[in-house]
T-cell receptor, first 115, second 115 residues
Framework: DTAVSQTPKYLVTQMGNDKSIKCEQN?????MYWYKQDSKKFLKIMFS???????INETVPNRFSPKSPDKAHLNLHINSLELGDSAVYFC??????????????FGPGTRLTVT | DAKTTQPPSMDCAEGRAANLPCNHS???????VYWYRQIHSQGPQYIIH???NNETNEMASLIITEDRKSSTLILPHATLRDTAVYYC????????????????FGQGTILTVHP
């Protein structure tokens, strides 16, 4: 059983298009994240949602809009795609709340190529 | 979150122990040390974490120095499948606080296990 799944795995599109990436977790976690890994392999957090509420919004262009319809899903919609958006996008989830430490579980990634 | 320093690459012979060092001299009292790894083209995978005490699980052992300024991840019997980028990350515990569980990835250590 896949814990954190993403669709699609590969996405090739042209500049200016709008696209969405979907993420689902079946771990019962409260918190979900989106990370971006660029061509230089740096992994950077973009967003985090806890119980469907946005709690982290790093300096990301507002062309990127996350949507969390419920605790198990966090989708990423990107408007007006640019060449620089080409990257691998990873979704992750973890338990949330409290003062303990919680590990994050990552999905397999979505490789986005903008031409 | 405190910054970490890791060697860019290391080699290890199959079957031998792999010892990956990490410096985190500015770590504060409520920050945990986490280790993740990323096998080529896959999502990052949680390995282990700790606060003060040494920790061991089925994947690895984590040795944290008494002053908490450095740590070592030990893979006791490295296999070819352990070839990956290993990330040492320091962050506040829990999904609350100011980091909300955010993981800040550095460049990591590329571990190559050879036959």
């Amino acid at each position: 059983d896949t814990a954190v799944s993403q669709t699609p795995k590969y996405l090739v599109t042209q500049m200016g298009n709008d696209k969405s990436i979907k993420c689902e977790q079946n771990l019962g976690h409260d918190t979900m994240y989106w990370y971006k890994q660029d061509s230089k392999k740096f992994l950077k957090i973009m967003f985090s949602y806890n119980n469907k509420e946005l709690i982290i919004n790093e300096t990301v262009p507002n062309r990127f809009s996350p949507k969390s319809p419920d605790k198990a899903h966090l989708n990423l919609h990107i408007n007006s795609l640019e060449l620089g958006d080409s990257a691998v996008y990873f979704c992750a989830s973890s338990r949330g709340g409290g003062t303990s430490s919680y590990e994050q579980y990552f999905g397999p990634g979505t490789r986005l190529t903008v031409t | 979150d405190a910054k970490t320093t890791q060697p860019p690459s290391m080699d290890c012979a199959e079957g031998r122990a792999a010892n990956l060092p990490c410096n985190h001299s500015t770590i504060s009292g409520n920050e945990y040390v986490y280790w993740y790894r990323q096998i080529h083209s896959q999502g990052p995978q949680y390995i282990i974490h700790g606060l003060k005490n040494n920790e061991t699980n089925e994947m690895a052992s984590l040795i944290i120095t008494e002053d908490r300024k450095s740590s070592t991840l030990i893979l006791p019997h490295a296999t070819l499948r352990d070839t990956a980028v290993y990330y040492c990350i320091v962050r506040e515990g829990g999904a609350g606080g100011t980091s909300y569980g955010k993981l800040t990835f550095g460049q990591g250590t590329i571990l190559t296990v050879h036959p």
